[in-house]
């Protein structure tokens, strides 16, 4: 039995659900997939947390988190879960790539995450949540890949790209792309400055 490639394609809104089809040793088709959570907390100090776990066959196999002590006038949420609402590329079997989405968590950060996407489940995952300043709302949910200003840079070495999110924030990526999969980080906040017009990349030094 041929097996189908690339996981469905889901429309804006649903979760983010990956699944890829393999042909078991009976000749079997088995369906995995991976869902992919925001959980917004506080922790014991008063801080406002909010981590992006992603649950496949039921056990909580990757995460990532970011907390802040709120200002004066918010107060953190203590409980919520939601899956966070983005579309599912189509990828072959031996595709890989980033997604970038920009959200709001619970506690009404603005959030940007990275997703690593191999077929059959999410890989590896990083995010970033702000208060916006006073007078500031957060930009629109959105999803598209990370910034690749040289698409010629040298896949052996880390790259960072520095660049501007939806939420008017400005964002860097460090990925390393030379592994079995691709690593992203991400790290964001809002300045005096005004977040750069284009993205900009360069390799670390030395």
Do not use: K
């Not at 919520?80 to 920009?102: F, G, H, K, N």
């Not at 750069?196 to 030395?206: D, F, I, K, N, Q």
């Amino acid at each position: 039995m041929r097996a189908a490639t690339g996981p469905a394609r889901l429309r804006s809104g649903f979760p983010l659900v990956l699944a890829a089809v393999a042909v078991a040793a009976s000749g079997c088709t088995l369906y995995s997939t991976s869902t992919v959570d925001i959980v917004s907390s506080a922790n014991p100090r008063g801080a406002a947390c909010t981590a992006l776990v992603v649950t496949r066959a039921g056990a909580e196999i990757e995460g990532s988190a970011d907390c802040e002590v709120p200002p004066a006038d918010h107060e953190p949420v203590h409980e919520d879960r939601r899956a966070v609402p983005v579309a599912v590329p189509d990828l072959s079997t031996d595709q890989r790539r980033a997604e970038l989405v920009t959200t709001t968590d619970a506690h009404g950060r603005a959030c940007t995450l990275v997703a690593t996407v191999l077929v059959g489940g999410v890989d590896e995952t990083s995010i970033d949540c702000d208060y916006p300043p006073p007078g500031v709302r957060p930009g629109s949910p959105t999803q598209q890949q990370p910034p690749d200003p040289d698409t010629r840079s040298d896949w052996e070495r880390v790259a960072v790209a520095t660049f501007a999110d939806t939420h008017g924030r400005t964002c860097v990526t460090s990925t390393a792309a030379g592994g079995a999969s691709t690593e992203i980080d991400i790290t964001c906040e809002y300045t005096e400055r005004e977040p750069p017009e284009r993205p900009t990349e360069a390799p670390l030094p030395g």
